[in-house]
């Protein structure tokens, strides 16, 4: 009896809906910066150049772009502010605060704006997505 389970192997993949195939190739002609343009905007919402033509062509509007990456010293430093602010912020609350505390608050917010900066400049580069 070991017949149909050797008959379940042979089968192949399922034939592809011939409407469905791609299989017309379209050709343009572009400058290098105009396909070097293509490919960061591709990049950018994490496709193809194929797929991207396609969907802006077709739809009308380009793919969502992927979220920025943000690299992981970047990530860990800003966690760390974030939990040495909240910290603070209970002690004041609880009036237990130092006054010589505003030093290093200062130097949270200039290290904190360094690192927003940062951020908003890497999100601005197409090829840093």
Known sequence: MLFPIFAAWDMGRPKADK?????????????GSEIKQLDLTADACGTTTSELV???????????AKTARLELNTYLELKKIGV???????????????FNLIKILMQLLKQ???????????DSQPGNR
């Open 84 to 98: 040495n602010l909240n910290q603070l912020t209970m002690l004041a609350h609880t009036g237990r605060i130092d």
């Open 54 to 64: 396609r969907e802006k062509l077709f739809n009308g509007t380009f793919p969502k």
């Open 19 to 31: 409407e469905k195939l791609r299989s017309v190739n379209f050709t343009i002609r572009l400058t």
């Open 112 to 122: 904190q704006e360094v690192i927003i900066a940062q951020i908003l400049y890497r």
